[in-house]
């Protein structure tokens, strides 16, 4: 069960830290266009 749930949490962080660096490319590509 530890085990599943640190799996679980890992999925849920990595998923965040993807969401995070597709803001940053948008921000850094409309920052780069205009």
């Known amino acids: ?3 599943t749930g ?7 962080s990595n998923q965040a830290r993807w969401s995070v660096l597709q803001s940053f490319n948008v921000l850094k590509w409309h920052r780069h266009v205009h």
Do not use: N
């Open 1 to 3: 069960m530890l085990i």
């Open 6 to 12: 640190f799996h679980y949490f890992e999925k849920i």
